[in-house]
């Protein structure tokens, strides 16, 4: 009754690669491509990096509210006011 239509279609084939690739050398250069795809790849490695510290932290912020249970406080004395004056 409804065709689905993914929301991916896949990843590019052999002539869809070429063009690509194609278009790339055109834009860049074929002298600036190796540079572009190592200054990639350095940034997808610190991305990766700062997101594992993020989980670490994560992970450790868990652990410790786990481990320490919920106190509460009860002040004996009332809460004052503090007064400000203006100068």
Known sequence: MF??????PGIP????????????????GA???PKLAR???????????????IEEEL???DEDSDSTEPTTSTESEPATERSTSDN
């Open 3 to 8: 065709d689905i239509i993914p929301l991916f």
């Open 13 to 28: 084939g052999g002539p869809e690669l070429l063009i690509v690739l194609l278009v790339l050398v055109l834009l860049f």
């Open 31 to 33: 002298n600036k491509i």
């Open 39 to 53: 200054s990639t790849g350095q940034a997808m490695g610190e991305f990766k990096k700062g997101r594992e510290e």
């Open 59 to 61: 992970q450790g912020m």
